[in-house]
Every structure is written in structure tokens, then in C-alpha cells.
């Protein structure tokens, strides 16, 4: 979904690559203290992929943050026990 989001082929595995790129280096040298952040825009054509997507960004030393599309309506959370 993300390499059809963005439009180019291949895309995410091209970022994924450069995540584990980042990674190494980071674990390679313990001076380089940067944090890798990954964000993503709530929309409808994501709303199946999320929990693959938080299971994805939720790796050591990741930091994973969440944006609602303006253009996507997403249905309230109906509380348990209703």
C-alpha cells in the first residue's frame, strides 16, 4: 500500500532498506544518537494495514506517531460493553 500511496514502485521495501541502513549505522557507532521516527497518515485506503503497520514501526529504538487524514472519516470508538 505505501509504494501506491506514494506513487513509485518498490517504495517501501526502497525505505526499508534505508531504515536498516539507518539502524546499523546508529548500533555501529554509538556516538550517532539521531532517533528514527516514522509517521503515518490515518486514511481509508490504510485503515486495514494499521496494526501491520504499528507492529512494523514499534521495533527497538523506533518511534512511531499517527496522523488523521482531514479527508478520512473515521467511525467513533464504540466503548466495550455496548
Do not use: C
Request: positive net charge; hydrophobic residues 30%; aromatic residues 8%.
Amino acid at each position: 500500500m505505501h509504494s501506491k500511496i506514494r506513487g513509485r514502485e518498490d517504495f517501501f521495501e526502497h525505505t526499508n532498506r534505508t531504515i536498516e541502513t539507518l539502524v546499523r549505522i546508529r548500533s555501529e557507532d554509538p556516538s550517532l544518537r539521531y532517533r528514527i521516527l516514522l509517521k503515518t497518515v490515518i486514511m481509508e485506503q490504510n485503515l486495514d494495514e494499521l496494526g501491520a503497520v504499528a507492529r512494523f514501526a514499534t521495533r527497538p529504538g523506533w518511534r512511531f506517531s499517527t496522523s488523521r487524514s482531514s479527508r478520512t472519516t473515521i467511525p467513533p470508538k464504540i466503548p466495550s460493553g455496548s
